[in-house]
């Protein structure tokens, strides 16, 4: 969701935005717009679209001065429009701002403003904001610094801004609450932005800004860290191990592409210094002093969102199964709102790839609350989530910019499956044959995944087919069920098919009624305890005449004969089967999106980032 950036320095802060607002492109949105000071002018420009047509609209007009905001706007309040975009001004047109987030009680603090002639030009609940700034410093004679901070002590809901002033032509104020924000900090230059991806060529070191914080950031000073209650902080900077070469496409004509190809390696990284089939162990350092309450846990909750939540299914199933201990998984926007029963010795966990999402975000903090143990799952270090939480495991998959999540999935896929495997070490549930046999296993799974790639040319040819489908459903069963969820969701959300995720058995109590011969069915076939079941459900969808397309164990006959196309895929236990499984459905997915000619990367209406509930 929306993107800021800022520069202040020596250098021209126009290119640094228009590469800063281009790295946050993933993240979704549908106008955007820059501001830059030169010489006590200051220039706007905003509108409708993407950076390209922000860049397009500037043209030759004056873009210099050597410090400016960027913003990619997801609209929340008001349709995404050129008036509607960020920057939003002032009364006076002497300052603006850029904001990631929602001011809940926008409506009231309007009205009022209104009241003593205050005039909107926006739908925006930010252009409340800066007003109320603006009207807060003059009303009280106050610098703008201390505005800010009074201002926002009156808003609820959630912020990460960045105020220009043309009176302040030295200056950025920034503030976060909820939405993320991170400080970078060069040689005499100061960066700011949503994420660490538009900072990372200048600089590695990094502030993460906690909520209810400002910062001050002046020309030629250290940067000053404050509360909204007026405690003064110091800076902890940190530095940042992304690499640059992970930000760009290496040649792969979408970043989607690039890291279902990555997943080899991806998979290995989860996996690095944690298990080693050789000594035996399974170990998770950032768990180490939580293992007893996981011993001692009577239930663990899952809390996510959307692929994450698919994820925290494939959990249920290993810990139910592995460490023998009840699971539910919650959606975090359901959870947060249900007055849930929360026990002190439950164990949450918490997953997320991006660490920022909004509704997951505060079902954490209602978890914590209720005194439970709360671990997270996530792939962003430093990120909201991973600092909200007790202790926790990165999933280590390198940043992932497709909107349509891949190798985060199966990181933490592996990630679930070390944390159930050491659990259920711990607790013994698990003999030392089948723990020695699952982590070799285990250790053998990128090589499989590599050998899916390579079925690459087949796959594209069964998406050429299915290529115009109105409707898809997915099947699966036992460990393969998150699997089928998670293969429909990649269809629907970029190649705008609609399509079904069902238990196999299930189908019989509903989407039956949909199967003709328009009507691919996707099922994911491997050998295991469901495989007759399975078999037999694909019966019963080829006696209605749909279409299967058959994920199955190398070596399959039996499939083979009934289905209309099969993808075979290694062989291997069955309780990791979701992780070489759900790879050709990736590929399926790009695949029809690519030739349907939708936006892979950034498919319409959707978020990388989901900073609003
Ligand atoms: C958005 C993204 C999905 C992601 C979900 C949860 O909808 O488009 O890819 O699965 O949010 O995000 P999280 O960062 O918490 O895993």
């Given at each position: ?265 991806s998979i290995?990284?989860s ?13 998770l350092?950032g768990i180490?002093?939580y293992?007893?309450?996981f011993?001692?846990?009577?239930r663990i909750i899952f809390i996510a969102c959307g692929t994450s939540w698919h994820a925290g299914l494939v959990g249920e199933y290993l810990f139910e199964?592995?460490?023998?201990i009840?699971v539910e998984v919650e959606y975090a926007s359901e959870f947060r ?9 439950d164990v949450v966990i918490a997953i997320s790839q991006s660490g920022e999402t909004a509704d997951t975000l505060a079902a954490i903090e209602l978890a914590k609350?209720?005194?439970a143990t709360i671990i997270g799952i996530c792939n962003v270090v430093?990120s909201s989530i991973a600092r909200a939480t007790h202790a926790g495991s990165y999933t280590h998959a390198?940043?992932e910019?497709?909107?349509?999540s891949t190798k985060a999935f199966t990181a933490q896929v592996t990630v679930l499956t070390l944390m159930a495997?050491r659990v ?58 998150p699997v089928?969820l998670e293969?429909?969701l ?88 979701p992780l070489?499984?759900v ?25 990388k980032s989901v900073?609003?509930?």
């Open positions: 969701m929306c993107g800021i950036v800022a520069y202040i320095g020596n250098k021209q802060a126009y290119p640094i935005l228009i590469k800063g607002l281009q790295r946050l492109e993933y993240r979704g949105y549908d106008s955007a717009g820059v501001a830059m000071i030169e010489k006590d002018e200051l220039n706007v420009y905003k509108c409708k679209g993407k950076v390209g047509d922000l860049v397009k609209f500037i043209g030759e007009k004056n873009t210099k001065g050597t410090i400016g905001i960027g913003h990619t706007r997801w609209a929340t309040h008001g349709e995404p429009n050129d008036v509607n975009a960020h920057p939003q001004f002032s009364a006076s047109q002497n300052m603006v701002m850029i904001h990631n987030g929602i001011i809940e009680n926008y409506a009231p603090l309007k009205e009022e403003l209104k009241k003593r002639g205050h005039i909107f030009l926006s739908d925006t609940d930010t252009e409340v904001l800066i007003h109320l700034i603006e009207d807060i410093k003059q009303k009280e004679g106050v610098r703008l610094g201390e505005a800010v901070r009074i201002a926002l002590n009156q808003v609820v809901g959630a912020y990460s801004i960045v105020i220009l002033s043309k009176e302040n032509p030295d200056e950025l104020f920034a503030a976060k609450k909820g939405s993320p924000m991170v400080i970078g900090i060069g040689v005499d230059e100061f960066f700011i932005a949503s994420d660490a991806t538009p900072i990372i060529e200048y600089t590695k070191n990094v502030v993460y800004m906690e909520d209810e914080e400002i910062a001050y950031i002046e020309r030629g000073k250290d940067l000053k860290i404050k509360t909204i209650k007026n405690k003064a902080k110091t800076p902890y900077v940190q530095e940042l191990e992304m690499k640059l070469e992970a930000l760009e496409k290496g040649g792969y004509d979408h970043f989607m592409l690039k890291e279902i190809y990555e997943q080899p390696r290995k990284d996996m690095r210094g944690r298990l080693s089939s050789e000594n035996r162990i399974v170990n350092g180490t002093e293992e007893q309450k011993i001692n846990a009577k199964d592995l460490a023998r009840p709102y249900r007055n849930p029963i929360v026990y002190e010795d609350s209720k005194g430093g390198g940043p910019i497709g909107v349509a495997l259920a070490f711990m607790k013994g549930t698990i003999s030392a044959s089948r723990f020695n046999e699952l982590i070799t296993e285990l250790e053998a799974i990128p090589e499989k995944v590599e050998k899916v790639l390579l079925k690459n040319d087949q796959i594209k040819f069964i998406a050429d087919i299915y290529k115009n489908s109105t409707n898809a459903l997915y099947l699966g069963r036992g460990y393969t069920f089928a293969g429909a990649k269809l629907k959300e970029i190649s705008y098919i609609h399509a079904e995720g069902y238990p196999a058995a299930e189908m019989k109590h509903g989407p039956i009624a949909l199967i003709d011969e328009e009507m691919p069915v996707i099922v994911i076939a491997t050998k295991g305890a469901s495989y007759e079941k399975v078999v037999s459900n694909i019966q019963e969808v080829k006696a209605r005449k749909g279409k299967i397309i058959a994920i199955v164990t190398e070596g399959d006959s039996i499939v083979k004969e009934m289905a209309d196309y099969t993808i075979e895929i290694p062989e291997t236990d069955e309780i990791l089967v070489v499984s790879v050709p459905l990736q590929l399926l997915s790009y695949h029809i999106a690519v030739m349907r000619g939708c936006n892979v990367d950034q498919p319409r209406n959707l978020a900073t609003v509930e």
